[in-house]
């Protein structure tokens, strides 16, 4: 089901936060203009064109539609069933080893629609989703993603993520930990950069703009440490040539920044730098442990951050030093990552908890985020991470209309109203979402979702949920044994120190 796009929109009266680089972070009275999906009009009375559906609009919050930069459709079936465990020991429960066969088509398709529904209910309409499928690489499976976020009416980036290098060989001490007869059991066989490379072409030419644009490819290899180096340069090509990110996990958890020293002499983002992997194309997802040469290095080579705040939390793998790297000048952007590690697609929860932990050490005038940066980063931060800031991001004309309209009465976040910005970060949860716009037409109009059937598909989620659960507690149990072995890991690397061990690795 899709509804046609109208030609001319003119939402009238609002209160329009545009969001755009160098406005102050204040809504001011407007009417907005869409024609043929873009802004082209916005001004305080603007004339009613011919034919034109007239959208009144006075109370109501106008701005950009939030960006979603890190997510993993993959994790969607295991929310709510994981917690008090480090990265390197979840693993084993949602991306198992062992036992693991990939969800039927249909249930692609309704996982992916239900990313897109949580995502777009609460004002994200625009997600990078680093779709992790293993063990192949599949045109057809990734078709089905993109094919339910085109009808969803969502705008993604979507990849088709991959490691090549035997995952144990990417943890500093694991294969002392691991036994022989284990080690082999881990030991798969791996895709080569050149039979990834024909089906990125391949990806390009037949599901890369579906949508009319909205749907793009971007490359994800999983992080320097996993992967061979002739597959991220190759990766990297297709990104500089396509103009779509390499997105790609830096240094999420110390575990990994112990092996970073252990597999590169210290810092892997000199290493990227060294092979020519550093450039506006790169979104790292998380940069928790980046060190002060590290964040010159990815701000010389304007590289942006996916800052997974509430993920981190969870997974207790540090905070990020976000103050830091927006000193520096590196484009900051925010992640719910999967949701087996949130556990929701809500954006405005991040937003909340980022603006919290960047004073959760210390607070002054020069410390923490301000309301405006943290909604810079959950819009035209998100979308310059997307390569795509010159489309959606913020309110201004030219660009796609990719916006939300929130009804300020509707709740109590904004009763007393005070400062927008501020009662955004901290008060907003999405709730007072009533209408979302994506690419100039309405997929969901006065709180009811025009591109799809929600309730049919989240019923028939949970109709097929038992059965699912049921077979993934039988690969849980195949893995388990794994998972004092990761503990073993982990603690050896806690043992280590750090190259960089004097750092502050605070949020400021
Ligand atoms: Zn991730």
Not at 419 to 448: K, P, W
Request: net charge negative; proline share 5%; hydrophobic share 45%.
């Amino acid at each position: 089901m899709s509804a046609p796009r109208p030609e001319t929109i003119l939402i009238r009266g609002a209160d329009v936060l545009t969001m755009a680089a160098g406005d102050n972070p204040v809504p001011r009275r407007a009417d907005l203009l869409i024609e043929d999906g873009r802004i082209a009009g916005l001004g305080e009375v603007l004339p009613v064109p011919d034919g034109a559906q007239i959208v009144e609009a006075a109370g109501r919050l106008v701005m950009p539609g939030l960006v979603n930069a890190h997510l993993h459709s993959s994790e969607m079936f295991y929310r709510g069933r994981y917690e008090r465990m480090p990265l390197e020991s979840w693993l084993c429960w949602s991306y198992p080893f062992l036992g693991s066969s990939p969800v039927d088509l249909e249930m692609l398709r309704l996982r992916s629609l239900l990313v897109a529904i949580e995502s777009l209910r609460s004002g994200v309409t625009m997600i990078s989703d680093d779709f992790f499928d293993p063990p192949t690489q599949d045109i057809e499976r990734l078709g089905t993603v993109f094919k339910a976020y085109e009808d969803a009416g969502i705008r993604a980036n979507v990849s088709s993520g991959l490691m090549n290098l035997p995952y144990l060989d990417t943890l500093a001490h694991a294969r002392d930990v691991f036994p022989e007869e284990v080690q082999a059991q881990l030991d798969f066989p791996l895709t080569g950069a050149a039979d990834y490379a024909a089906f990125c072409n391949e990806v390009f030419q037949s599901l890369h703009g579906r949508g009319n644009g909205r749907l793009r490819f971007m490359l994800a290899p999983s992080g320097p440490q996993r992967c061979s180096i002739d597959l991220m340069q190759a990766c990297r090509d297709f990104a500089r040539r396509w103009q779509v990110p390499y997105h790609t996990h830096v240094l999420e958890t110390r575990t990994q920044a112990v092996t970073a020293d252990k597999l590169f002499g210290g810092s892997i983002v000199r290493f990227m730098r060294d092979h020519d992997l550093l450039g506006p194309e790169v979104l790292m997802a998380h940069a928790v442990w980046v060190s002060d040469e590290d964040i010159a290095l990815m701000a010389e080579a304007g590289v942006s951050v996916s800052w997974n705040a509430l993920a981190n939390l969870k997974l207790g793998s540090g905070l990020a030093p976000v103050r830091r790297m927006l000193d520096a000048g590196i484009n900051l952007s925010l992640g719910t990552d999967g949701a087996s590690s949130n556990d929701t697609m809500r954006l405005f929860d991040v937003i909340r908890v980022a603006g919290l932990i960047s004073t959760a050490t210390r607070a002054g005038p020069a410390q923490g985020l301000s309301a405006g940066e943290i909604l810079q980063a959950a819009t035209l931060g998100g979308a310059r991470a997307a390569m795509l800031s010159e489309t959606t991001g913020s309110l201004e004309i030219g660009k796609q209309a990719d916006l939300i309209l929130l009804d300020p009465s509707g709740g109590t976040a904004f009763t007393p109203s005070s400062d927008t910005a501020r009662q955004l970060v901290y008060g907003e949860n999405g709730s007072s979402v009533e209408s979302v716009m994506v690419d100039g037409r309405f997929v969901i109009r006065d709180g009811v979702f025009v591109t799809l059937d929600e309730a049919a598909i989240l019923a028939e989620i949970r109709d097929r949920m038992p059965a699912f659960l049921k077979m993934h507690e039988t690969v849980e149990a195949a893995n388990a044994f794994l998972v004092p072995l990761f503990e073993e890991v982990i603690g050896r690397c806690d043992g280590d120190r750090l190259s960089t061990e004097g750092e502050r690795r605070l949020p400021c």
